[in-house]
């Protein structure tokens, strides 16, 4: 999966995170792709420029200072070429931020989108008649993905917003989740206890009650 990353500058645009296409060890060649607005041709969403740019001894990339075409004379031009493997990684960036306006509009401050996998996005795509379907016909995995995403809220800085959102389950399906990790705990507490009941060390059951102090209430 990759991401990139807008930024607005304005109510109506947002630059995108540079394509990178022809780079060496000092020198690349980038186009920066801008979100718009478009009245008169909504589809047409995305706006962009090609820049060379070079890394600075701080290892930033700056612009290389360009002369406008406008300056060109008379019988002057300029041709930019781009290989068939920067022209293919071009299309295939400039695919998603078409998407991501016709779904989302301008995106408002910084953000960063990931671009998924077509399987996984058709996964999220599914609606839940077909999910619930998918997950009962696979249901090791549905275990194991669902225990990921429990280990993700309880590290991610953003867990804690996401958890907010099963506020949104009907008031009625709460307790039943509720009833049904507490079951499990339990019943993780009471094996982990036959496993050991014969183990005779203070400190082992400290250490297991501390990190099972749910069983005490």
């Given amino acids: 999966m990759e991401q990139f990353e807008t930024r607005s500058t304005s109510s109506h645009t947002a630059e995108c995170t540079p394509v990178v296409l ?7 060649l980038v186009c920066v792709p801008t979100l718009v607005n478009n009245p008169t041709q909504p589809n047409a969403a995305v706006r962009g420029h090609f820049v060379y740019q070079r890394k600075s001894r701080k290892g930033e990339w700056e612009p290389v200072p360009t002369v406008p075409l406008s ?4 019988g002057e031009g300029y041709k930019l070429e781009l290989h068939s493997e920067e022209l293919f990684t071009l ?15 301008i ?20 609606g839940e008649p077909d999910l619930i379907a998918f997950l009962e016909g696979h249901r ?12 993700w809220l309880t590290i991610s800085a953003q867990g804690v917003e996401a958890a907010s959102r099963l506020a949104a389950l009907d008031p009625a399906q709460l307790p039943i989740i509720n009833s049904l990790l507490g079951l499990t ?14 183990v005779a060390s203070e400190d082992f059951w400290q250490q297991a009650l501390s990190e099972r102090a749910y069983v005490l209430s």
Avoid: C, I, M
């Fill in 185 to 198: 705990a339990v019943k993780n507490a009471l094996a982990y206890w036959q496993d050991n009941h014969t």
């Fill in 91 to 105: 299309l295939r960036t400039l695919g998603p931020l078409y998407r991501l306006h016709r779904q989302q509009g």
């Fill in 107 to 126: 995106p408002r401050g910084k953000s960063t989108f990931v671009r998924l996998e077509a399987g996984l996005a058709n996964f999220l795509a599914l």
């Fill in 22 to 28: 022809r780079e060496s060890d000092r020198v690349r």
């Fill in 71 to 74: 300056s060109l004379k008379s």
């Fill in 140 to 151: 090791e995995d549905a275990a194991a993905t669902l225990l990921k995403l429990v280990r």
